[in-house]
């Protein structure tokens, strides 16, 4: 199996400016190396402000790293090539309701993905949008709709469709599954498994929910001020946490 | 001694498109010392319970009950002042989004005073400010802030929502109340100060006999503390009794759904599998089904299912279903 994502020392500092000379640097990631496979989900738990989201922006390129490698199917990523590296590295955001644009219509918003990313011809284009949307279990009518048409569910389907359309390999879920309804999740869990298994993709869950990261994560980061406390197979790590953090995550002490 | 006894409660909204009926008919009753799980999907209206008990809601919505009582006193026939007297003394809510709900240009040592009332602070009118710190300081140290001087004299927007939420908290219990309303208390929480915020509720439960109504849209996540439960749909009752009961033997096909979408509930199901779930989403106010309003989505739906089932009851279990669902061998 091979390794699509492999990060080594990632670090990130953010400064905070106190008056004109004093400065605070705080660091937001902290020597962060981990490995992802394709097909492989990779879980990301930590409380708030743990440095979670920050490495999800870094690794979309929404944040250059201070230092440290990505590497990307055994080559090394640099924002320079940040184009193709957004083919293969997606981002489903939290809340698919603000992510979307409410002035455009579905099917223009999926052809500006394209447009922006692909050498698509007009044609070509049209046909991807009716395929990705069919993935996600759309309509083809559904083109021409508004996001405010859709219920959240729906949405955070078109939010799917928009990432899958460029058929990336690694998508990133920041959260994406915790605001949906139990029985709506249910359902974009079932799409997300059953993609998995058809396309190989692999997905990087940053959750809070431990019951949906054991359902379906492989792997699993813990952190805790931007470091890494406890890393390994989901499974061995929920039932036996070796760390004073990740038990306290777990509600057990 | 019922509490709270509420039977055929039923919200209208006056539109545009004429009444659209947000609940359907629901029945909700609260003993004293009982803690009441209240669980659906968003824009099942059980906020809208929830604000229709504490009467917030404004004069857009229609509210009628055939029993509103508390404490076997109808409040619904009550007039304006009088209603706001006892809610006010008796009932104390917590909503949704804390930092949000807190005054942004306000200390939280003048919102926390300023939740305490004179009756609870015993003694002359002098000196009563600092009692009412001191009091502020133990609210705070009760529901497990220990750092009272930086909280006490900080804004909302500087702590964090779950130091927020505990304040809310605290603003709540100042005045001892017999029902406290919890509307989705922990959906902005870490699952860490999620479990710290159940264990100080009911502690609160059993140390004071305060009657908790705990609304959440996961099941999972309050069915370990609560002791009754019921189940809303888009507006409608579905199903409630005993927590252990409804788990153990739903009756409903949507309870059902419910339990076996959450992995937790499903302890044999391997992991990656696929979950089980309902076939498509939760319809709008705007377009609502007749009859019972999970009809469209029910996998045993049949002819009958149009006209909306009453409610039944099997040994204090109380579901509305024409086909309640069997268990095997029973």
């Known amino acids: 199996m091979s390794c699509l994502l492999e990060v080594t020392a990632l670090c990130k500092t953010y400064r905070k400016q106190h008056g004109l000379f004093r400065q605070e640097t705080i660091k937001a990631l902290e020597n962060i190396s981990f490995q992802l496979h394709a097909g492989k989900t990779l879980a990301i738990v930590g409380e708030t402000g743990s440095g979670k989201s920050t490495l999800a922006k870094v690794l979309v390129g929404i944040e250059q790293p201070d230092q440290g490698e990505i590497r990307l199917a055994g080559k090394v990523v640099t924002m320079t090539n940040y184009r193709k590296y957004n ?127 054991r359902h379906i994560s492989d792997h699993c980061i813990v952190m805790q001020h931007g470091q890494v406390v406890e890393s390994g197979p989901t499974e061995q790590l929920l039932t036996q946490p070796q760390h004073a953090h990740t038990r306290k995550l777990m509600g057990m002490s | 001694m019922l509490l709270l006894d509420i039977r ?21 009753n609260l ?44 409040l619904l026939q009550l007039s304006f002042d009088q209603q706001r007297k006892i809610i006010g003394r008796d009932i104390a809510m917590i909503y949704q989004e804390p930092s949000k709900c807190l005054d942004p240009t306000a200390l939280i040592a003048e919102q926390l005073q300023e939740s305490i009332p004179n009756d609870v602070i015993k003694g002359s009118w002098w000196g009563r400010e600092s009692r009412k710190k001191k009091k502020a300081i133990a609210l705070l140290h009760k529901v497990g802030i220990k750092d009272h001087v930086a909280v006490l004299s900080s804004y909302p927007y500087q702590l964090s929502e779950g130091v927020c939420q505990k304040v809310m908290i605290a603003m709540a219990i100042a005045k001892n109340p017999k029902l406290l309303i919890a509307d989705e208390p922990t959906t902005a929480l870490e699952s860490s100060t999620q479990a710290q915020l159940f264990r100080l509720i009911t502690s609160l439960n059993q140390l004071k006999g305060m009657s908790v109504l705990l609304i959440s849209n996961e099941l999972d996540s309050i069915a370990r503390y609560t002791h009754n439960l019921s189940v809303l749909y888009c507006g409608q009752l579905v199903e409630s009794g005993k927590t252990s009961q409804v788990l153990a033997q739903p009756y409903h096909p949507y309870t059902d759904a419910l339990i076996k979408s959450v992995p937790e509930f499903q302890p044999d199901l391997p992991a990656k599998s696929m979950l089980y779930a309902l076939p498509g989403s939760i319809p709008t106010l705007q377009h609502l089904p007749v009859g019972c309003r999970l009809g469209p989505r029910c996998p045993n739906a049949r002819k009958e299912c149009v006209h909306t089932p009453s409610l039944q009851s099997k040994q204090q279990h109380f579901y509305s279903c024409h086909f309640p669902l069997q268990r095997k061998g029973s």
């Open chain 2, 8 to 28: 055929n409660l039923t919200i209208e909204l006056e539109t545009n498109h004429g009444l659209v009926r947000a609940v359907d008919r629901v029945n909700l």
């Open chain 1, 87 to 213: 083919h293969v590295i997606r981002y489903l955001f939290q809340d698919a309701e603000r992510a979307l644009n409410p002035s455009q219509k579905i099917g223009d918003m999926l052809t500006d993905v394209l447009r922006f990313s692909t050498v698509l011809d007009n044609l070509q284009r049209q046909q991807k949008v009716l395929e990705s949307l069919q993935q996600v279990g759309l309509m083809d009518e559904h083109i021409d709709f508004y996001p405010h048409m859709f219920s959240a569910g729906q949405q955070q389907r078109i939010a799917l469709a928009r990432a899958l359309i460029l058929d990336p390999k690694l998508l990133i879920l920041d959260e994406a599954l915790t605001v949906l309804d139990p029985t709506l999740r249910a359902q974009i869990v079932n799409l997300l498994l059953e993609l998995q298994q058809q396309k190989g993709l692999a997905y990087l869950l940053i959750s809070k929910n431990l019951r949906l990261v």
């Open chain 2, 31 to 74: 003993r004293e010392g009982e803690i009441r799980g209240l669980v659906g999907e968003s824009g099942s209206g059980k906020s809208l319970i929830a604000k229709a008990i504490v009467n917030v809601l404004n004069q857009r919505w229609r509210i009628t009950a055939d029993r509103f009582h508390w404490f076997g006193q109808d």
